[in-house]
Nanobody, 124 residues
């Protein structure tokens, strides 16, 4: 069964750091790029960061560049999103996604499996 399960969300103060994790089943991880997206109520899901299967290609949204770091541990079938210098506007539900192939992509259509998401709420 293909499964993606996020964890690590919560209520954080502005400026604090937070690390999100996404544990994937083998079928949803091996040979695939992984991505993080986020969504606020009433808004479309937006790209945050992506990493290729071999971690050789990484891409960030402008809002994440310089503050967030995506990484993966292929031995653990897990992808991470380290969020530093967090801002109140980072409040969203963060979802991980498994790519259709090994190449990093910022486009939602490049992903075919999605987790349920984890809520990150910031206070100023």
């Amino acid at each position: 069964q293909v499964q993606l399960v996020e964890s690590g969300g919560g209520l954080v103060q502005a400026g604090d750091s937070l690390r999100l994790s996404c544990a994937a089943s083998q079928g949803a991880f091996s040979g695939r790029a992984m991505g993080w997206f986020r969504q606020a109520p009433g808004k479309e899901r937006e790209f945050v960061a992506s990493i290729s299967w071999n971690a050789g290609s990484i891409s960030y949204a402008d809002s994440a560049s310089g503050r967030f770091t995506i990484s993966r541990d292929n031995a653990k079938n897990t992808v991470y999103l380290e969020m530093n210098s967090r801002k109140p506007e980072d409040t969203h539900v963060y979802c991980c996604a498994a790519g259709k192939g090994p190449d990093s992509s910022r486009y939602r259509d490049s992903y075919d499996y999605w987790g349920q998401g984890t809520q990150v709420t910031g206070s100023s």
